[in-house]
Nanobody
Framework: QVHMVESGGGLVQAGGSLRVSCALSGRTFSTYTMGWFRQAPGKEREFVAAITGSLGWTYYADVVMRRFTISRDNAKNTVNLQMTSLKPEDTAIYYC?????????????????WGQGTQVTVSS
């Protein structure tokens, strides 16, 4: 079974930067769309960013656009989310996800595999 591990979470002051990473096992990494989602207490899991496996197209939620950058390294089976200009509203558990999602990159239920999540806390 595909195994995914997130890392890089932590505590950062508002306005700061943080990078979270996800390492994925398996030989089909390059074919997956990889997504980042986040979930705050009492909130639904929400889409943050995604990158497709075929051409590397990227997509972002409006609230993170221009602040977050998703990237992938297929040779290392990793996907990264570089977060800048962080806000307290960004505080959440961040999850990486993988799957053959078609055009529905923003829907959590379309992803097949999930990491355990990493906590990102942004202080005011």
């Amino acid at each position: 079974q595909v195994h995914m591990v997130e890392s890089g979470g932590g505590l950062v002051q508002a306005g700061g930067s943080l990078r979270v990473s996800c390492a994925l096992s398996g030989r089909t990494f390059s074919t997956y769309t990889m997504g980042w989602f986040r979930q705050a207490p009492g909130k639904e899991r929400e889409f943050v960013a995604a990158i497709t496996g075929s051409l590397g197209w990227t997509y972002y939620a409006d609230v993170v656009m221009r602040r977050f950058t998703i990237s992938r390294d297929n040779a290392k089976n990793t996907v990264n989310l570089q977060m800048t200009s962080l806000k307290p509203e960004d505080t959440a558990i961040y999850y990486c996800a993988a799957g053959y999602v078609g055009g529905s990159y923003y829907l959590p239920e379309k992803y097949n595999y999930w990491g355990q999540g990493t906590q990102v806390t942004v202080s005011s």
